[in-house]
């Protein structure tokens, strides 16, 4: 079974819990911070790996760790780790991160521009891909990239707008280039 599959098992599953227990407000925000443990710290992986520590001191060091996580966050950690994939935590945060933004109709767009978008730049961006996406609310990350040249770079899901004078240009080429073959 594929990693995405189980991934997404998991997460289901999560939102499922959540949505019974009407935690899932507090579920995204454990669950993002903890996806942070993760990415900033290698060694935390490592050691949860290490077929050197007990089962038992993994656990422990868990509970230790998260005590003021919800208990959900908690056990689900040490699920994966008796299991044997909690390298699968990061997948499975983003995928439950997802059902619950789609569940409430936030959208996560990633936009790149040649500069930081200002706040009223983002404000017009938001409520325009709002109402393309029907979606109640976007939120949006601005990643600077001078290679763009200008334009937006848009990502919204699997959808991607390219805007860009790049791609404009690369487009020019290619008419230029397929119509010099003829």
Known sequence: MSVNVIAKRYAEALFQIGEENKTLDTLVKQFTNLKEIFVENEDFLTYMNHPGVSGQDKASFIDQVFKKFEPVVVNTLKLLVERQRVELTPSIIKHFVQLVND????????????????????????????????????????????????????????????????????????????????
């Open 103 to 182: 569940e409430k109709g936030i959208a996560e767009v990633t936009v790149q521009s040649v500069r930081e978008l200002n706040k009223a730049e983002k404000k017009q961006l938001e409520k325009n891909l709002a109402k393309r996406f029907d979606k109640k609310t976007v939120h949006i990350t601005n990643i600077v990239n001078p290679d763009i040249l200008g334009g937006l770079h848009i990502r919204i899901g699997n959808t991607i707008i390219d805007g860009t004078i790049k791609n404009k240009l690369h487009r020019i080429e290619r008419k230029i280039t397929s119509a010099n073959k003829q």
